[in-house]
């Protein structure tokens, strides 16, 4: 069963069609790099998916769980609030530029939700998140406030935070793009980990060499669509259409 | 000066601290719900509110004052027998400084970025806990600066009240000046004053101080 299944979906922001008609199956275990220019709805497609925004038209099921659906004219409707809650704790969203609460300390920023939102467990949630930020190499930051950490040490807390429920799926917003250089690797390194570990992983990335080393499937979309999709080799090495290439060509010419 | 003159200036200090402390208590909610209000997307209720902080702002206190207490005698022929002048001066003070506090906390809710709101979207916080949880905190530390501008103001201003003859410290001090032909009561009255808003001044720095354990 697909872990995400998001089926024509639409979205516009007054005038501008920004997704028209997106298909997305995401198996389980799956690693999709979603890459493209900007304005292309990259971002779009994956904030619709993550309700931060609500589709126009078009449906998205998560495990099963049908959460958006359409009605008799093919407009989008959702589950009420209380079971989108739910849902919620169903996949995790790495932003770009991590959005840690500042007043919270790391162990706080990871273990809040899970207990003030799921009513988790206090003592195993923490148990939990320790485990989580040894596994990102912050077992010694647990009291750290988010401004004493670099911006790969914010990204690695925020992943942590994403991975507190064990979603089915996590999605990554470029999470990358507001790092120095030097310390993108050690995102990309924590990414691909967790690829190791059969993670299903939606990522938006400008990270070209990346996308093609990590993920199962690599989807290239153009002005809201999905313009190719397939295995990263036969995108990113052998891109049958014209859009593909002069995209890949623009990014390598850098 | 006599020990009986600090005596009664410190009695009036009393009835001025009461004032600051009644304004305080309830201008702090009001003006985070005014700004709610404000900020919200209901036209109608958004500029009544930008309405009632323009009138606020734009006429001075005194006038509030007046009108707050002889307004409902004027205006509505009630009596003033059970209207205490002190009630009066609580209103009208709790509606003027609701309506800055206010739009010191719409600048603060304002620069929080729109990142905070949406991690906290999508960890599945209601909008309730966002607010509380993540947003308000956040606000609160930002704004104490402006907050202790108005706050220190607050203190002097309590000395209008005496304007419907509530006897505050500045009243009594007026009054013993002229009784006595001496400018001393009102000096010590500074004195009061400044002391007053020394402390304030020092407790707002320290409760930054405490703020600051993180950025």
């Given at each position: ?104 300390n ?40 988010p ?6 040490q ?16 996590l ?21 691909r980990?967790?690829?190791a ?15 093609r ?9 153009a ?23 002069a ?8 | ?32 719900l ?13 500029n ?9 702002r ?43 506090f ?67 410290m ?46």
């Amino acid at each position: 069963m697909a872990v995400l299944s998001i089926t024509n979906l639409h979205k516009r922001f007054g005038d501008l069609e920004v997704l028209n008609g997106i298909d997305l199956e995401v198996n389980e275990g799956e690693v999709i790099a979603i890459i493209g220019p900007s304005g292309s709805g990259k971002s779009t497609l994956l904030r619709c998916a993550t309700l931060l925004e609500s589709m126009d038209r078009g449906t998205m099921s998560y495990a099963g769980i049908k959460v958006v659906e359409e009605d008799a004219q093919g407009n989008s409707v959702y589950l009420p609030q209380n079971k989108l809650r739910q849902v919620k704790a169903l996949f995790g969203l790495v932003f770009q530029n991590f959005n840690l609460f500042p007043h919270y300390n790391v162990l706080k920023n990871i273990i809040d939700a899970p207990i003030c939102v799921q009513k988790r467990n206090k003592d195993e949630v923490i148990k939990e998140a320790r485990a989580l930020l040894a596994k990102m190499g912050l077992e010694d930051k647990e009291d750290a406030y988010p401004f004493q950490l670099s911006g790969g040490q914010q990204q690695r807390v925020s992943i942590a935070r994403a991975l507190i429920n064990n979603p089915k799926i996590l999605f990554f917003d470029e999470p990358t793009s507001a790092l120095d250089p030097e310390l993108t690797g050690e995102i990309l390194k924590v990414i691909r980990n967790l690829a190791a570990e059969n993670m299903t992983m939606v990522i938006v990335t400008h990270e070209i060499e990346f996308a093609r080393n990590v993920a199962d499937r690599i989807i290239f979309m153009a002005e809201g669509v999905i313009v190719e999709q397939g295995l990263p080799d036969q995108v990113i090495c052998n891109p049958t259409l014209a859009r593909t290439k002069a995209f890949l060509t623009n990014l390598a010419e850098r | 000066m006599t020990f009986s003159t600090l005596m009664q200036l410190a009695s009036g200090l009393r009835t001025s601290i009461y004032i600051f402390v009644l304004t305080l208590l309830f201008a702090f909610p009001l003006g985070l719900l005014v700004a709610l209000i404000r900020m919200s997307r209901n036209c109608l209720l958004r500029n009544a509110m930008r309405l009632y902080i323009s009138v606020m702002r734009g006429t001075p206190l005194m006038l509030q004052l007046l009108i707050v207490y002889f307004g409902p005698y004027y205006l509505f022929g009630l009596s003033l027998k059970n209207y205490p002048a002190f009630l009066a001066v609580i209103i009208a003070f709790v509606l003027n400084y609701a309506a800055y506090f206010a739009e010191i906390y719409r600048g603060g809710i304002a620069s929080i970025p729109v990142g905070q709101y949406e991690a906290a979207t999508v960890l599945g916080y209601t909008k309730g806990q966002t607010f509380f949880k993540i947003i308000l905190p956040q606000v609160i530390k930002r704004i104490l600066p402006p907050i202790t501008n108005e706050v220190i103001t607050l203190v002097k201003d309590t000395s209008l009240a005496q304007v419907i003859a509530v006897l505050e410290m500045f009243t009594i001090a007026k009054q013993i000046a002229n009784q006595q032909a001496s400018m001393m009561p009102l000096i010590a009255a500074g004195v009061f004053y400044y002391v007053f808003n020394f402390v304030v001044a020092f407790t707002m720095e320290r409760i930054e101080q405490k703020l600051n354990y993180y950025q």
